[in-house]
């Protein structure tokens, strides 16, 4: 089935590590996005990719990292400069055209 | 850069009657789309309605339509009969239409939880 894969669901680190959470697609999407979400809000760009080798800061870059050197992958690295990383983080890409996007199912990350 | 603003937090209505949602955007291009998202509990985003900026024809997804005013910069969400299925955070959604980079970048609203009281 295509689809949109996020792994892992629930994900702990403990704070000053590095976690990187995986996004995988095999709908042949071209473009990609990593948003985040905190409790009763709504959601925030982080990066987003048009292509492959080619990605954009969002409005909360700040701390984040990712790659896109496939066109199916695009995973995002938290890293430990990011100040308040504990949130749900959103997958999602859409095929270049006049579409929506197309979600994964999320991975709540929580740092201690 | 475009904002999405949607000015109801909360909202409830009773099973069987009618609600709508607002959704109001900035933008100073012609060319656009918007989306209404659907978030249940299961925090999975699912994708409900669609309006390009160049068709005049508000969309409909059997209960679900819209009222797309372009001038106003409003697009708000009608649920007909609503079911207690339909209780969820809804997001409102801008995409600009170029080819550019700038054309993926998908922009989303703070979101308005629906109560559907039985």
């Known amino acids: 089935d295509g689809g949109i894969t996020q792994s892992p669901k629930y994900l702990f680190r403990k704070e000053g590590q590095n976690v990187t959470l995986s996004c995988e697609q095999n709908?042949?999407?071209?473009?990609m996005y990593w948003y985040r979400q905190d409790p009763g809000q709504g959601l925030r760009l982080i990066y987003y990719?048009?292509?492959?080798?080619?990605?954009q800061k969002g409005d909360i870059a700040e701390g984040y990292s990712v790659s896109r050197e496939k066109k199916e992958s695009f995973p995002l690295t938290v890293t430990s400069a990011q100040k308040n990383p504990t949130a749900f983080y959103l997958c999602a890409s859409r095929i270049t055209d006049r579409g929506g996007a197309f979600f994964g199912q999320g991975t709540r990350l929580t740092v201690v | 850069a475009q904002t999405v603003t949607q000015s109801q937090p909360e909202m409830s209505v009773q099973e069987a009657e009618t609600v709508t949602l607002s959704c109001t955007y900035d933008?100073?291009?012609?060319?656009?789309?918007l989306f209404w998202y659907k978030q249940p509990p299961s925090r999975q985003m699912i994708l409900v309605i669609r309006q390009e900026a160049y068709k005049q024809q508000n969309a409909t997804e059997n209960r679900f339509s819209v009222n797309f005013q372009k001038a106003a910069k409003s697009f708000s969400l009608k649920i007909s009969d609503s079911q207690l299925g339909d209780a969820a955070m809804y997001f409102c959604a801008y995409r600009s239409g170029g080819w550019e980079t700038s054309g993926s970048r998908l922009t989303f609203g703070e979101g308005t939880q629906l109560t559907v009281n039985p």
């Open positions: 709908l042949n999407h071209d473009a």
């Open positions: 933008t100073s291009e012609s060319d656009y789309y």
């Open positions: 990719s048009q292509i492959v080798n080619d990605f």
